[in-house]
Each structure stands twice: as C-alpha cells, then as structure tokens.
C-alpha cells in the first residue's frame, strides 16, 4: 500500500511536468510526444501505465534546440530542465538523457551515489528523448549505431559506478575494458563527440530517424521519418496530450504486441525507489 501511495504521489508530480511542457510548446510552436511507456501508457490505459514509475517525451533535435532555449525562462520555478552535463561541471556521467525535473521532490533519502551526482538527480523527472537522423546506407547505419554505443559505454567510465550483476560474461568483460579505457578520456569530450555524432546527419535528406539519447540496449531503434511528422492529442489522465498520428508503427517497433498485458510478476515499478516526497 505504501508503494501503490509512492507511485500516485511520482505520477501526480509527473503529470505537473508533462502538463508544463505541453504548454511551452504551443505556446512556442514546439512539436514533442509521449515517447516509450509512456505512450503505451496513452494508448493502452488512457493515461500512466498503473505500475510505470517514469514519463518520456520525445522531440526533433530541431525541436529540443527551441525547447532547450526557452525552457529556463518558461519553466515554473519548481522545474529545471537539468542536462546531462550538469554534474560535477561535465566532469561526471549518468546518462545522455536531458530531464524535466520537479524540484520539489526526493526520491529517496541522500546517499553516496545521489551525492556524487550532486542531489541533482535524486527527484522525480520527465526524460527528454532526441530524434536525430540516421544515415540511408545500411552500413553507414550500423556505423553510426555502433559509435554510439561505443561512446556510452567509454562514457560509462565516468559513472559513480557500475553494475556489472545485469551483464553476461562476454558483456562485463567489455563493458568493464572499455569503460576503463573511457576513464583516460576527459568527459567534457565525449559529452562533445556523442553531441556531434548525433547531429552528423541532420542536414541531408533521410529516410530515418533514431533515438540518439537511448541507452545503448535500446539505440537500435529507429523509425520511418513519416512515422513523427504529425502529431495529434490524446486523452491522457484528465488532461490532452501530444501524441505521434503513426503511434501503431512506433509501438510495434518498440513492443511488439503492445496491447498484450505483461505477466503480473512484472507489473512493477523499474526505476527506482518509492519511497517519494512531493513538497507543496
């Protein structure tokens, strides 16, 4: 009961975010949508996936530029838009992934990783995923997938630490060499490579776009450029929210059988601690 409590209290806060930036982009002519579970959440419920203890947004680079310049202007004082190089002045490294974040809010008492990020993390947030262009050439598109991945992983050398409990053999061999090998590397420069890597592509004419910011196990991903040309709104909650017009493709890209109901052992919360404080 006291999770179930938790979860209500991080959704109610989400909301207030998503509700925020939806209104910064009409106001501002900026195209966003639920991205990830959360548009399965729309889709699927009506609103947040009962056990889903996050919210995602996607945009265009294009878009996350305009968004990005008039977010620290637009934002109520209890939200920031906190960028991946926020800690330790681009010295450290969670992930690529900017966030909305409520400031007004703990996700669970201050220990040794939330200090080494600054306390800057330790809140309820909406992340921010960027759509970038993805070269034609099939080998160029694994090229380009693959340095992404490479960069992450090189980048993973500047976490607080890592959790090798998720990886197989194979993979903690390579995840534990290449992220000591990214240790040599100053993070202010990988945060300017994977920047520049993103955006390599932008300018030509593409049939594909991809999630640049996504974890390296989920970076595969991309999408017809049609699939995020329109949007539309969706009842979401008690309120409307954007939405991609081609949702069906992107969900079966990501989920498969999107409407099928997971088995109930994993209908749980995955991010993180409940144990939410929301302040008024």
């Given at each position: 009961m006291e999770n179930t409590y938790g979860l209500l209290k991080l959704q109610k806060a989400n909301m207030k975010i998503l509700i925020e930036i939806d209104r910064i982009c009409k106001r501002h002519g900026i195209k966003y949508y639920l991205d990830a579970g959360t548009l399965l959440g729309a889709i699927r419920h009506g609103g947040f996936i009962p056990w889903d203890d996050d919210a995602d947004i996607a945009m265009t680079r294009e878009n996350y530029e305009k968004f990005k310049k008039v977010a620290?202007?637009?934002?109520?004082?209890?939200?920031?838009?906190?960028?991946p190089t926020a800690f330790k002045k681009g010295r450290a490294f969670y992930d690529f992934t900017p966030r909305v974040i409520y400031n007004k809010s703990r996700r669970h008492k201050p220990d040794e990783e939330s200090e080494y990020y600054e306390e800057k993390l330790n809140h309820i947030w909406v992340d921010v995923f960027i759509l970038d262009n993805l070269p034609n050439a099939k080998i160029s598109q694994?090229?380009?997938?693959?340095?992404q991945?490479?960069?992450?992983?090189l980048s993973m050398g500047h976490r607080y630490?890592?959790?090798y409990k998720k990886y197989?053999?194979?993979?903690?061999?390579?995840?534990?060499?290449?992220?000591?090998?990214?240790?040599?590397?100053?993070?202010?420069s990988l945060y300017k490579l994977q920047n520049n890597l993103s955006k390599a592509f932008n300018k030509k004419n593409v049939?594909?776009?991809?999630?640049?910011?996504?974890?390296?196990?989920?970076?595969?991903?991309?999408?017809?450029?049609?699939?995020?040309?329109?949007?539309?709104?969706?009842?979401?909650?008690?309120?409307?929210?954007?939405?991609?017009e081609s949702?069906?493709?992107?969900?079966?890209?990501?989920?498969?059988?999107?409407?099928?109901?997971?088995?109930?052992?994993?209908?749980v919360a995955t991010h993180g601690s409940l144990d939410i404080e929301v302040y008024r």
């Open positions: 620290k202007k637009e934002l109520p004082s209890d939200m920031s838009l906190l960028l694994k090229l380009v997938l693959s340095l991945k490479f960069i992450y992983l630490k890592l959790d197989s053999l194979f993979q903690k061999i390579c995840v534990f060499i290449i992220s000591n090998i990214g240790k040599l590397i100053p993070m202010e049939k594909k776009v991809y999630y640049s910011n996504y974890q390296p196990d989920y970076i595969d991903i991309s999408l017809d450029k049609s699939c995020i040309e329109k949007t539309t709104y969706i009842q979401f909650e008690d309120s409307k929210l954007s939405i991609p949702y069906e493709e992107i969900l079966r890209t990501v989920y498969g059988d999107y409407m099928k109901l997971p088995p109930k052992s994993q209908r």
